[in-house]
């Protein structure tokens, strides 16, 4: 699977958009971003994914870039429950991949009032 | 619909004992995953069951690890004995599905086990 660089912090007021950048320059054509998020003391939870089209669902919005090397996540009005470490990932389609996660250091997201 | 369930929350043992941790994934998820978090690490795969089936146990880190799901359902995750760097969360995850994309592959993690060993 390919890896991915993320920002290992960063802030956002409460009510503003958060936008978290994600960079995946060795992604191949046949590899999904996921992100998924880990609140303090809870497990990982899954927020988002997509191929190659924008995808938004009821928590966030995720924008591809047409050469697919980088991405964003977006949380349209942060509130302090956001507050998490971010993780975004790039899993094979098919293929031997078993559905295995493989989490990188991720982005702390402070939500701030 | 109830989530993954893990048991205990919390375990405190002393080295060289025995620890089983539990999982019970979502009602009808074939795929069930285990992975931990150990102190000032990432979060590490350590194995995926498809039913009751080993898919995949190359983040099993070694043989005083044994993993079981007997009959597909709920599954144990046995330290025996356990040693001081086995302290850390461990979380189990479960999907319909395993191939990325359909939303059937979404996993779906339990609030982990965090295991102290002193």
């Known amino acids: 699977d390919a890896k991915t660089t993320q920002p290992p912090s960063m802030d956002c007021a409460e009510g503003r958009a958060a936008n978290l950048p994600c960079n995946h320059s060795t992604i191949s054509g046949n590899e999904y971003v996921y992100w998924y998020r880990q609140i303090h003391s809870q497990g990982p939870q899954y927020i988002i994914h997509?191929?190659?089209n924008n995808e938004t669902n009821e928590m966030a919005s995720l924008i591809i870039t047409e050469d697919r090397k980088s991405s964003t996540l977006i949380l349209p009005h942060a509130t302090l429950r956001d507050t998490a470490v971010y993780y975004c990932?790039?899993?094979?389609?098919?293929?031997?991949?078993?559905?295995?996660?493989?989490f990188g250091q991720g982005t702390t997201l402070q939500v701030k009032p | 619909e109830a989530g993954v369930t893990q048991f205990p929350s919390h375990s405190v043992i002393e080295k060289g004992q025995t620890v089983t941790l539990r999982c019970d994934p979502i009602?009808?998820?074939?795929?069930l995953y285990w992975y931990r978090r150990v102190m000032g690490k990432e979060i590490k795969f350590l194995l995926h069951?498809?039913?009751?089936?080993?898919?995949?146990e190359s983040g099993m880190p070694n043989n005083r690890f044994l993993a079981e799901r007997t009959g597909g359902t709920y599954s144990t995750l046995k330290v025996q004995p356990a040693e001081l760097e086995d302290s850390g969360v461990y979380f189990c995850?479960?999907?319909?599905?395993?191939?990325?994309?359909?939303?059937?592959?979404?996993?779906?993690f339990g609030a982990g086990t965090r295991l102290s060993v002193l």
């Open positions: 069951f498809v039913k009751e089936s080993k898919q995949d």
């Open positions: 995850a479960s999907s319909q599905d395993a191939a990325p994309g359909r939303a059937k592959n979404i996993q779906y």
């Open positions: 990932i790039v899993r094979v389609r098919s293929g031997s991949n078993t559905g295995k996660l493989i």
């Open positions: 997509g191929l190659k």
């Open positions: 009602s009808g998820h074939d795929n």
